[in-house]
């Protein structure tokens, strides 16, 4: 299999980061990065300082490629945190085009939403560790070692691959949610210059998003 480009690489590697103040996007944002950052909401379901910081992100990046006033964003700010991903396979009746193929139109959108959170949460995994790696505790040092060959050999080696998948998505996604190809992107200084995008330098902003780890620690 063809392997990776560094701009590839670098592409992935920001569609599954935090998006935080802490690590804000290095290249310029589009589509995929507005449904990262859905993925992201949902993900933070229970933090809501962290899941308004997401929206706020989502709502400038939606506005600066010119679809806020699209259904699919309409739909994505009646949804509550933990509940988005589900939502967006019912957009195609909310848009009055192609009802005719509205069912086969959401089951398209079922599968690929689903495949990129499976991708998503296979590469972001190891933040939901707690103290030690999994599988860290088994006392068979045989089974333990080969546990950890899976989890950080076998796995970390082929997921580069498989995770190109994201880009392909992302370019289907984009026309069945849209109903047209959206190719624009943006640059975080224009975001958060023109379009309201929290700053990643604030220190309010980074404050803000970090206090409920704090009372989590306390």
């Given at each position: 299999?063809q392997?990776?480009?560094?701009?590839?690489?670098?592409?992935?590697?920001?569609?599954?980061?935090?998006?935080?103040?802490?690590?804000?996007?290095?290249?310029?944002?589009?589509?995929?990065?507005?449904?990262?950052?859905?993925?992201?909401?949902?993900?933070?379901?229970?933090?809501?300082?962290?899941?308004?910081?997401?929206?706020?992100?989502a709502?400038?990046?939606?506005?600066?490629?010119?679809?806020k006033?699209?259904?699919?964003?309409?739909?994505?700010?009646?949804?509550?945190?933990?509940?988005?991903?589900?939502?967006?396979?019912?957009?195609?009746?909310r848009?009055?085009?192609?009802?005719?193929?509205?069912?086969?139109?959401?089951?398209?959108?079922?599968?690929?939403?689903g495949?990129?959170?499976?991708?998503?949460?296979?590469?972001?995994?190891?933040?939901?560790?707690?103290?030690?790696?999994?599988?860290?505790?088994?006392?068979?040092?045989?089974?333990?070692?080969?546990?950890?060959?899976?989890?950080?050999t076998?796995?970390?080696?082929?997921?580069?691959?498989?995770?190109?998948?994201l880009?392909?998505?992302?370019?289907?996604?984009?026309?069945?949610?849209?109903?047209?190809?959206?190719?624009?992107?943006?640059t975080?200084?224009?975001?958060?210059?023109?379009?309201?995008?929290?700053?990643?330098?604030?220190?309010?902003?980074?404050?803000?998003?970090?206090?409920?780890?704090?009372?989590?620690?306390?």
């Open positions: 299999m392997s990776q480009t560094r701009f590839e690489q670098v592409r992935i590697s920001q569609l599954l980061s935090l998006y935080s103040p802490q690590e804000p996007p290095r290249l310029s944002l589009d589509f995929g990065d507005y449904l990262s950052m859905l993925w992201r909401i949902d993900q933070t379901a229970s933090q809501p300082n962290k899941a308004r910081y997401y929206r706020r992100c709502a400038s990046l939606a506005e600066a490629l010119s679809f006033n699209h259904p699919l964003h309409r739909l994505v700010e009646m949804s509550p945190p933990g509940n988005i991903y589900l939502q967006l396979p019912n957009l195609p009746y848009i009055g085009a192609h009802l005719v193929d509205a069912k086969d139109r959401k089951a398209a959108i079922a599968q690929l939403i495949m990129r959170d499976h991708i998503l949460y296979l590469g972001t995994y190891q933040e939901k560790w707690g103290v030690s790696w999994p599988g860290s505790g088994i006392l068979d040092t045989e089974v333990r070692e080969r546990v950890f060959a899976v989890l950080f076998a796995l970390q080696g082929q997921y580069a691959n498989f995770a190109r998948l880009l392909v998505i992302d370019i289907v996604l984009a026309d069945l949610l849209l109903g047209a190809s959206n190719n624009d992107e943006v975080l200084p224009e975001l958060v210059g023109q379009f309201g995008y929290p700053n990643p330098a604030s220190s309010a902003v980074q404050k803000d998003f970090l206090v409920e780890d704090e009372r989590g620690r306390a």
